[in-house]
């Protein structure tokens, strides 16, 4: 089943006066949780996660982490699964432009990811998209399976332009709650998975990527109250589309 966002925002947040020196984190909580709260409502679900409020309601950037298994020019596509086994995932991601606290429409994301034995390919589970004109990228993927070496996660990078041939305005890594890798692992085809599990505070990635208010863990729903049905997973990354880290 295919989930369309139908948010629509004018002004996600005001402006506010930045210090001269170093500007401080915009707080936009309440339209940021508004916009959170709208994306979940097109989709006519109820919340079901292990939080109890969806992350990341500052206008903060999302730190930079490493590039691994990177492979360029992506496929420009939505659906990235080309039939790799394994619980579907709806990913929504949100984009801000932490200049302004706005949307960033017309931004191309990547993401790439394993599949269920924690495995990268060099075409499946990856691909390319524009942020709408609400500033969400939408992808159909499966939750990933763990590899050797990092905790469980999903990798993106944004491109401030439509282009993937732009420069870059952020890399970042996506990652989930221990229990639901937990859970998850259990089930077909993740059960193969040969690697060794490391946990989310064990890899410095995850430290790096949860610094200074901004929370890298992907908010995710069940479809139904059915995991193997598939689940849907929320993020909103902040990025500055002025200023280029590659």
Same mark, same amino acid.
């Given at each position: 089943?295919?989930?369309?966002?139908?948010?629509?925002?004018?002004?996600?947040?005001?402006?506010?006066?930045?210090?001269?020196?170093?500007?401080?984190?915009?707080?936009?909580?309440?339209?940021?949780?508004?916009?959170?709260? !709208?994306?979940?409502?097109?989709?006519?679900?109820?919340?079901?996660?292990?939080?109890?409020?969806?992350?990341?309601?500052?206008?903060?950037?999302?730190?930079?982490?490493?590039? !691994?298994?990177?492979?360029?020019?992506?496929?420009?596509?939505?659906?990235?699964?080309?039939?790799?086994?394994?619980?579907?995932?709806?990913?929504?991601?949100?984009?801000?432009?932490?200049?302004?606290?706005?949307?960033?429409?017309?931004?191309?994301?990547?993401?790439?990811?394993?599949?269920?034995?924690?495995?990268?390919?060099?075409?499946?589970?990856?691909?390319?998209?524009?942020?709408?004109?609400?500033?969400?990228? !939408?992808?159909?993927?499966?939750?990933?399976?763990?590899?050797?070496?990092?905790?469980?996660?999903?990798?993106?990078?944004?491109?401030?332009?439509?282009?993937?041939?732009?420069?870059?305005?952020?890399?970042?890594?996506?990652?989930?709650?221990?229990?639901?890798?937990?859970?998850?692992?259990?089930?077909?085809?993740?059960?193969?998975?040969?690697?060794?599990?490391?946990?989310?505070?064990?890899?410095?990635?995850?430290?790096?990527?949860?610094?200074?208010?901004?929370?890298?863990?992907?908010?995710?729903?069940?479809?139904?109250?059915?995991?193997?049905?598939?689940?849907?997973?929320?993020?909103?990354?902040?990025?500055?589309?002025?200023?280029?880290?590659?």
């Amino acid at each position: 089943m295919r989930f369309t966002s139908f948010v629509s925002l004018a002004v996600l947040c005001g402006i506010v006066a930045a210090v001269p020196t170093s500007p401080a984190p915009r707080d936009c909580s309440a339209e940021v949780a508004r916009y959170n709260m !709208e994306r979940r409502e097109a989709r006519g679900l109820a919340k079901r996660t292990f939080y109890t409020n969806m992350l990341n309601l500052t206008c903060v950037l999302a730190p930079e982490t490493i590039r !691994e298994d990177y492979v360029a020019n992506a496929p420009i596509r939505t659906d990235v699964t080309e039939s790799q086994p394994g619980v579907a995932l709806t990913l929504d991601i949100g984009v801000l432009d932490t200049t302004t606290c706005k949307p960033l429409s017309n931004a191309m994301v990547e993401l790439w990811g394993p599949n269920a034995v924690g495995e990268y390919g060099s075409t499946f589970l990856r691909g390319a998209t524009k942020t709408a004109t609400n500033g969400i990228a !939408e992808f159909q993927t499966i939750f990933p399976g763990y590899t050797t070496g990092s905790a469980n996660h999903l990798n993106i990078l944004v491109h401030p332009t439509a282009s993937e041939t732009a420069g870059v305005s952020h890399i970042g890594q996506l990652f989930f709650t221990d229990p639901w890798t937990d859970i998850i692992g259990q089930y077909t085809n993740y059960n193969k998975n040969t690697n060794s599990r490391m946990k989310n505070a064990a890899d410095p990635s995850f430290v790096a990527a949860n610094k200074n208010g901004f929370n890298s863990i992907v908010d995710i729903e069940e479809i139904h109250d059915d995991w193997p049905e598939g689940i849907i997973g929320y993020i909103t990354v902040g990025v500055n589309p002025t200023k280029l880290v590659a």
